[in-house]
């Protein structure tokens, strides 16, 4: 599966959020989450090479630019509108970072134990935190104006 494909499949997956912005940084992570899954299953059945490594660290560094962005943005939003679940958001928010800290570390030391677990913990997070949890502000902010 190409990227823009996966990238294009992704997009029937993820839910409207009502925030443009959000909505298109949400596509982003997908489209990256994507890419990173494709370089994973490439190195199912090999050692990763100097080359591979270089696309693991400037991948992963664009996903974790990319989702502390997002979650920062998300948050500010939510703290000004005085969205309930707020604190909810951020705790989780905060548990994926952490996640992702874990998994940058045993990228640096070169170990290739991340490759299974990161790819299935991205898809999910990105599916199950805007189809259930990030919808929900949606709908507080609809009722709002």
């Known amino acids: 599966m190409s990227t823009s494909k996966a990238s294009q499949d992704s997009a029937c997956l993820l839910k409207n959020v009502g925030i443009m912005r959000f909505n298109k940084e949400h596509m982003r992570l997908a489209s990256y989450v994507a890419e990173f899954h494709e370089l994973v299953d490439s190195l199912k059945n090999k050692k990763p090479e100097t080359e591979d490594w270089r696309h693991i660290d400037a991948l992963f560094a664009r996903i974790l630019k990319v989702a502390s962005g997002h979650f920062k943005a998300e948050e500010e939003l939510m703290k000004t509108q005085e969205y309930p679940g707020y604190e909810s958001q951020k705790k989780q928010h905060d548990a994926?970072?952490?996640?992702?800290?874990?998994?940058?570390?045993?990228?640096?030391?070169?170990?290739?134990?991340?490759?299974?677990?990161?790819?299935?913990?991205?898809?999910?997070?990105?599916?199950?935190?805007?189809n259930e949890i990030d919808v929900e502000y949606k709908e507080f902010l609809n009722a709002k104006e």
Do not use: A, Y
Request: proline letters at 0%; aromatic letters at 14%; glycine letters at 2%.
């Open 96 to 130: 994926f970072l952490k996640k992702m800290l874990v998994v940058q570390g045993d990228i640096r030391n070169r170990s290739i134990r991340f490759k299974d677990d990161f790819k299935s913990m991205l898809w999910d997070w990105l599916i199950t935190h805007i």
